[in-house]
């Protein structure tokens, strides 16, 4: 009996290190990573296709018009979207997808399938965040004290969110997302043939 | 801050091994388990006070009447029940709690604490359970094939439990049910103040 895999939406401040997170998870288990679409410029290392597909706000909003995204928001004056088709596809062959998304999308994204997982990565402390925006050297002063004022906000989510992981340090941060992981495959939701698997009659 | 311990509920089929788990869960990590009242006769091995409170059915009934039990239910002919102060207690003082009881009494339980964690333990198959049954050589035949019925029967409950763990080996299926306590110490619903930690105001 092939199980649907797990739909895993990572939330967190900018600072909290899911970037990083996912790429462990990636390496550690058997997951695919949803690639957005978005409309911000790359960043030096970012290449299209892998990162971001990096697309111009018309051509962004031609993909919302023909309805070819999954979710998508404007943040920081930039639109970020997850192409839906991907995603479906890899769930029903059983493949666990992970979407690493901000607030409004993964919300939007529980709507559509409320079994997704959503779990919002949080740094240790607020005096932590600020460090660790302030050492990544890529943001101005007032940018960082924005995403700072942001990350605050984003907290008042945490509650429609279904864990919350601390990234304290990212190895640790990375075995309670499998924790969850293995957890969620144990749900009696998940396990709805258990009796007949039981019975030996499948 | 003092987080509430969890209230874990494992109920299964005899045969399940659920005793044996729970004696490794209690040896491996911070659980205390609560002693249900019987009036069932105590087997070779147990003792009064440490495996069951073993009553009369004439107390059994006194301690329902003045609700002193949390749940309670016949079995096989015979009453289990639930002592509450000793549970409440526990988990007021942040210590987790292991209740080892059958299903109607479980879903009582999930019914008063909705934040109890449900877990269904179940052998790997039907052979298996026969077989656990006939080595363990304290039930004839005839007994032995009502609670493979009994078992079968129970299954249909799964679906109003939380989780469903499958008893391969007895550290495998303790290992996932550290897991699952690990997965729901990082629910959102047991981590209210998460906001007020980050901030450093608790």
């Not at 998508?72 to 493949?95: I, L």
């Not at 990212?170 to 997302?177: F, G, V």
Request: net charge negative; with cysteine.
């Amino acid at each position: 009996m092939k199980k649907q895999g797990l739909l895993l939406i990572i939330s967190g401040p900018s600072g909290s290190g899911k970037g990083t997170i996912v790429e462990q998870l990636k390496a550690k288990d058997d997951f695919s990573l949803s690639i957005s679409a978005t409309t911000r410029s790359p960043r030096e290392y970012e290449e299209d296709g892998v990162h971001y597909f990096f697309r111009t706000r018309e051509e962004f909003e031609r993909m919302i018009e023909n309805q070819e995204l999954l979710e998508w928001a404007e943040f920081c004056g930039n639109c970020y979207g997850t192409p839906r088709t991907y995603v479906t596809d890899q769930m029903q062959k059983g493949q666990n997808v992970i979407l690493e998304i901000e607030v409004q999308g993964a919300l939007q994204v529980k709507k559509l399938y409320p079994d997704g997982v959503l779990i919002f990565l949080v740094p240790p402390n607020l005096e932590e965040l600020g460090r660790r925006l302030t050492k990544r050297g890529t943001e101005d002063k007032e940018t960082i004290n924005r995403r700072i004022h942001r990350a605050l906000e984003e907290m008042e989510f945490v509650p429609q969110y279904d864990y919350v992981v601390v990234n304290d340090t990212i190895e640790q941060a990375t075995e309670d997302i499998l924790t969850i992981v293995r957890a969620e495959s144990m749900k009696c939701s998940r396990n709805k043939e258990i009796k007949k698997v039981f019975k030996g009659e499948i």
